[in-house]
Nanobody, 122 residues
């Protein structure tokens, strides 16, 4: 009933920037928090940044001051602006959203995108 599609990943040199997008679609009534996670090879998935429906944000210590999360509620889209990228930021980045959607009644569910690869290398 709900799909999340990420875009914007790629290969970038250390110190460079990328902007990730995640668009939610389906029979959406409203979206609570929207988050970005990442998973590097051999490591557990970790929370990178989150933003609530009211716009409050929180970041992992490792990305504070470099990454900025934002959302466009009219487009059901969340963004992650990543600056001053480091090799240790290399990972698959996943979008996650807590969504109210409608079938025959209003339901609430948690959804993941398919992931987008970010590689930081010279």
């Amino acid at each position: 009933q709900v799909q999340l599609v990420e875009s914007g990943g790629g290969l970038v040199q250390p110190g460079g920037s990328l902007r990730l997008s995640c668009a939610a679609s389906g029979s959406i009534v409203s979206i609570y928090s929207m988050d970005w996670y990442r998973q590097a090879p051999g490591k557990q998935r970790e929370l990178v940044a989150l933003i609530t429906s009211g716009g409050s944000t929180n970041y992992a210590d490792s990305v504070k001051g470099r990454f900025t999360i934002s959302r466009d509620n009219a487009k059901n889209t969340v963004y992650l602006q990543m600056n001053s990228l480091k090799p240790e930021d290399t990972a698959v980045y996943y979008c996650n959203a807590d969504v109210r959607f409608i079938t025959t009644i209003v339901r609430r569910g948690n959804y993941w995108g398919q992931g987008t690869q970010v590689t930081v290398s010279s």
